[in-house]
């Protein structure tokens, strides 16, 4: 067996383990999917133990029209429990009030989109799946497969990512083991998908999320804790 067949499955088995152990907590778990690769991944591993695990995802108004096809293709395809998480205000409404935020104050923009919405649907859960991985981003780099992570109500989150040490090869070549279909805009030289208008295909080959934001941030802020 070759070490790119062989890595992935010692991974998936650290993976399954971690997910076992954040299950036994108790509580409700959600994952979160941008429909990206590796959250694909989580979902399906936590799908082995949850079927219809809430499936959030964060309709920000955004999205690529690819992103949006494929979400309901993958929906219909693996049976998802999807949860659209809408924000309080249409695209139309907030760009009569504010204009286009995405250009003139990104992060607040994210926080009306992406952060608020999340940490209000996710007050009902106990325990958070995510797709987070430290080769993704400098500020992931010590992730750690379960951590807390508080809400800005004060309550306190079990927060697992079973891939946190996975690399980029091993992401696509379990998906490719498991025949989990990867959306059409990685081909299009896409490889940190976010919201249109925000995303780009990557200034640096080196980071995969180079092409986010234009460079002017590297994170939404659903990932950071308040006052963190």
């Known amino acids: 067996m070759t070490a790119e067949v062989l ?30 690769a590796e959250d694909m991944v989580v ?18 108004g955004y999205h690529f029209a ?34 286009l935020l995405y250009q003139s104050q990104p992060d607040q923009c994210c926080k ?43 309550k306190n989150l079990l927060k697992v990512s079973p891939l946190a040490d996975w690399t980029d090869k091993e992401v696509w070549t379990y998906s490719r083991q498991e025949q989990i279909p990867l959306v059409s805009l990685y081909d299009a030289g896409y490889t940190s998908i976010g919201c249109e208008p925000c995303t780009a295909r990557p200034q640096d080959p080196n980071n995969a999320r180079s092409g986010r934001w234009a460079g002017r941030k590297l994170e939404c802020g659903i990932h950071i804790a308040e006052g963190h």
Do not use: H
Request: proline content about 8%.
């Open 66 to 99: 690819e992103i949006y096809a494929f979400r309901d293709e993958m929906a219909a395809r693996y049976g998802l429990n999807l949860v659209n998480l809408i924000p309080q205000e249409t695209v139309a409404q907030q760009e009569s009030k504010f204009g």
């Open 112 to 154: 009306l989109r992406k952060v608020g919405p999340l940490f209000s649907a996710l007050e009902q859960f106990d325990t958070w799946f995510t797709g987070l991985r430290r080769v993704q981003s400098p500020t992931r780099a010590n992730l750690q497969p379960i951590d807390k992570f508080p809400l800005p109500s004060g």
């Open 7 to 36: 890595n992935p499955i010692t991974k998936t088995a650290a993976a399954l383990e971690t997910i076992e152990t954040a299950l036994r907590s108790g509580g409700k778990p959600c994952v979160t999917c941008s429909f990206q």
């Open 43 to 60: 979902v399906r591993l936590v799908q082995r133990y949850i079927p219809d695990i809430p499936v959030l995802f964060l309709e920000t």
